[in-house]
Structures are given as C-alpha cells and as structure tokens.
C-alpha cells in the first residue's frame, strides 16, 4: 500500500486514521451503552422484582382467604356438633330413657361429640390466629410491593433521561467521526474501513519496539525503516493491520 507522499505526509495521514479509529471505537462504545439501556436489561430486573412482589401480595391474600373460610367451617362443624350434644343431653336428662344401657351409651356419645366439638373449636382458633398474622403478612407484603413500584417508575424515569442523554452523545460523536474520515485519503479510508470490519474494530497499530502493536510479531529492519521514515504507508505483514511510526 504505497503512499505517493514522504515522510511528514504519510506520517501525518496515518496520525489522521489513529484520531479516526479512537472515534469509532468511542462510537462504538456510546452505541453499545445505549443499546444497553433502550434494551432495559436494569429496568427488567426491577420490574420483575416488581412483579413478584405483587404476587405475594395476592398469595397471602389468597392464603387468608382460605384461612377464614377453614375457621368458619370448623366453627359451623363444631356449633353443628355441640346441637347434637345438646339434643342428646336433653333427652337423656329427661327421664324419657329407661334403659341404663341405652343411657350409657348415650353419655359415651355425648362425651365423644363434646370432645370431636373442642377439637374443631381449636382448629378454628388456629386458623384465625393464622389469618391475623397474614392480615399483619399483607400489609408489609403491600408496603414492600408499593415500594418496589415506586423504584421501577424512578428508574423508568431515569432510564428515559439517561437514553436521550446517551442518543444526544452518539449523535455528536457521529458528527465528529464522519469530520475525521472527510480529512482522510480516500483509498485509505477504504482499506481502513475494510479492516476495522475484520480486525475487531482495530484496523491501524503502532509500531511499538521494533513490532506490530497488534500481533507483536518483529517487523523486518527494512520494512520498520520505511515506516519509521514514512516512505509509504505499510501493512503488517502478519496481521495486515495498517503500521504507524509515533516514535515508540
């Protein structure tokens, strides 16, 4: 890649695509950045914390719900259980059974209903006292889901800000790269932007102690003398990166 200038001309060209690739590599860095957040990859993860909160909400409802509904059919089961005793006891007590068999059984009875009774009136007992804890479990659980709202409505904010910010700022990043490749050669230009295609964004190197800055491989002394003097403008010819002299 021969350059019909010398010396300050080539060198002062290449000079020229080293501003050109630092640019690209900051537009490329705002772009990326951006990308990130129009992506809302933060927003996401508040947004599902948000969610689940929510949902909690709604489970410990939906948990009180059943909670209540158990204390009253175990109250209904008892209360149905403690009118049969009751029924039991009056007829036993009024002297209308004879039989001292019958009688017996009849206390057996009353005695098992009054004691299946007690056993569904301490379910009941438990069930409430389990729904007044979740009535307390609610209130925090809404407390922590409002909060939780309230940072993804803050960040939703922020992120609207900080992407018209970041759009304004690859803008003028664009601006000021496409001013840098107006004042680069043509040819130049081309073979730079062919580079930077396949060579991961870096397209032009330094020459850094007698090597390519990129693969590190030595230079051959004539091709390094003719870089370092801007004879032309030279290739590595391990990498094929464009080589620049900046007296390192």
């Not at 019958?102 to 206390?107: A, I, K, L, S, Y």
């Not at 700022?169 to 050669?185: I, Q």
Request: a negative charge.
């Amino acid at each position: 890649m021969a350059d019909g200038e010398g010396g300050a001309g080539v060198h002062e060209r290449l000079r020229r695509l080293l501003e050109l690739q630092a640019q690209d590599r900051q537009v490329d860095q705002l772009a990326e950045k951006l990308g990130d957040l129009e992506a809302g990859s933060e927003l996401a993860v508040l947004a599902s914390e948000s969610d689940r909160a929510a949902r909690r909400v709604e489970e410990k409802k939906s948990e009180l719900q059943a909670a209540r509904f158990e204390a009253r059919r175990h109250e209904k089961e008892a209360d149905g259980l403690a009118a049969e005793r009751r029924a039991l006891e009056a007829r036993l007590y009024s002297g209308e059974v004879k039989n001292l068999k019958e009688m017996e059984q009849m206390e057996k009875k009353a005695q098992a209903l009054r004691a299946e009774a007690g056993d569904l009136e301490e379910k009941a007992l438990a069930a409430m006292e389990r729904a007044e804890a979740l009535v307390a479990e609610i209130a925090a659980a809404e407390r922590e889901a409002g909060a939780a709202r309230e940072r993804v409505a803050e960040a939703e904010k922020h992120a609207q800000a900080a992407i018209s910010t970041g759009q304004e700022a690859l803008a003028a990043a664009r601006v000021r790269r496409d001013g840098l490749a107006a004042g680069v050669d043509p040819h130049l230009l081309e073979t730079y932007e062919f580079l930077r295609a396949k060579k991961g964004g870096l397209a032009i190197v330094e020459v850094r102690g007698g090597a390519c800055g990129a693969c590190r491989v030595s230079l051959p002394v004539i091709l390094a003398n003719r870089i370092r003097r801007g004879e032309e403008a030279c290739r590595c010819e391990n990498c094929g990166r464009i080589l620049c002299w900046t007296g390192a």
